[in-house]
């Protein structure tokens, strides 16, 4: 077996991961829904948000952890709906109460309820109060290159720019924004918010990406369950043709067969 076969999992602070698809537990139709998307996704790890789950606080409620089992699969509580600093800061420390000191988080700050955009001043802002709380953040920001790497430098575990607005999915919008940031990026990038189908996923694993996360893409499939299947393959075929490292682009064409030797009439 060739060492492209044998690819390596991917590590974020300190774990490490073979399935580079993570998702999202929102939006299913309810918790069996959500427990066969997951399990067929073959995620390993599964983010939800802390202010809109019930993690067993709400007896006469159904728990999410009935359907994605913490003995199974790694929880990364996110911050959404937080619009400050303040906020997503003390959703961490929620959460962190709520999975009996559970530290990896997905900090995400947003800007408005129209677009979804991260604030990216208030971001900074609550990932170097969670980074010096012994947080190890996985952090939701836009596809600028140098807000990447102010993230990175605060000490996030991991970077993850949006491939166009939540929900949207209109897929990779600025791939060259993205191939700067994983370029020159030293944690796991992993394009966070956008996909719409397969081939967006099969395209930012292409481009080098540690991993891609969604929730939409699958939930809003009008079947979820086949759509999360075909996200794991295209997760896995974006890698392997990473891997394999594509063939250069030409101005001319080439033909596949030799010149030489053929047959004349």
Same mark, same amino acid.
């Given at each position: *077996?060739?060492?492209?076969?044998l690819? @390596?999992?991917?590590?974020?602070?300190?774990?490490a991961?073979?399935?580079?698809?993570?998702?999202? #537990?929102?939006?299913?139709?309810?918790?069996?829904?959500?427990?066969?998307?997951v399990?067929?996704?073959?995620?390993?790890?599964? #983010?939800?948000? /802390? @202010?809109?789950?019930n993690?067993?606080?709400?007896?006469?409620?159904?728990?999410?952890?009935? &359907? /994605?089992?913490?003995?199974?699969?790694?929880? !990364?509580?996110?911050?959404?709906?937080?619009?400050?600093? @303040?906020?997503?800061v003390? #959703?961490? +420390?929620?959460?962190?109460e709520?999975?009996?000191?559970?530290n990896?988080?997905?900090l995400?700050?947003?800007?408005?309820?129209?677009?979804?955009?991260?604030?990216?001043?208030?971001?900074? +802002?609550?990932?170097?109060e969670?980074?010096?709380?012994?947080f190890?953040?996985?952090?939701? #920001?836009?596809?600028?290159?140098?807000?990447?790497?102010?993230?990175?430098?605060?000490?996030c575990?991991?970077?993850?720019p949006l491939?166009? !607005?939540?929900?949207?999915?209109?897929?990779?919008l600025?791939?060259?924004?993205?191939?700067?940031?994983?370029?020159?990026?030293?944690?796991?990038?992993l394009?966070?918010?956008?996909?719409?189908? $397969?081939?967006?996923?099969?395209?930012? *694993?292409e481009?080098?990406c &540690?991993?891609?996360?969604?929730?939409?893409?699958?939930?809003? &499939?009008?079947?979820?369950?086949?759509?999360?299947?075909?996200? +794991? +393959?295209?997760?896995?075929?974006?890698?392997? $043709?990473?891997?394999?490292?594509? *063939?250069p682009?030409r101005? @001319? &064409?080439?033909?596949?067969?030799?010149?030489?030797?053929?047959?004349?009439?």
């Amino acid at each position: *077996m060739s060492d492209l076969q044998l690819d @390596r999992p991917w590590q974020v602070a300190g774990r490490a991961f073979h399935s580079r698809l993570l998702v999202g #537990t929102g939006k299913y139709r309810d918790l069996d829904e959500t427990a066969a998307a997951v399990a067929a996704s073959g995620a390993e790890i599964v #983010t939800f948000a /802390v @202010r809109r789950t019930n993690l067993g606080q709400n007896a006469d409620e159904p728990n999410l952890l009935d &359907a /994605v089992s913490p003995e199974r699969y790694t929880l !990364l509580p996110n911050t959404a709906g937080c619009y400050t600093a @303040r906020d997503a800061v003390r #959703t961490c +420390k929620l959460a962190r109460e709520l999975l009996d000191g559970h530290n990896l988080v997905k900090l995400e700050v947003l800007g408005d309820d129209k677009t979804l955009y991260p604030n990216v001043v208030e971001t900074l +802002k609550a990932a170097d109060e969670l980074v010096r709380d012994g947080f190890e953040v996985m952090v939701y #920001t836009s596809d600028d290159p140098i807000v990447a790497r102010e993230l990175e430098a605060l000490g996030c575990s991991a970077v993850m720019p949006l491939g166009s !607005l939540i929900g949207s999915g209109h897929g990779l919008l600025n791939p060259a924004n993205l191939a700067l940031i994983v370029e020159n990026a030293g944690v796991p990038v992993l394009v966070d918010a956008g996909i719409g189908t $397969a081939s967006d996923a099969a395209l930012a *694993m292409e481009m080098g990406c &540690a991993g891609v996360l969604m929730n939409s893409a699958i939930a809003h &499939a009008r079947h979820p369950v086949v759509m999360a299947g075909a996200m +794991k +393959k295209a997760i896995e075929a974006g890698r392997e $043709a990473f891997l394999a490292e594509r *063939m250069p682009r030409r101005e @001319r &064409a080439e033909a596949s067969s030799p010149a030489s030797g053929r047959i004349n009439a």
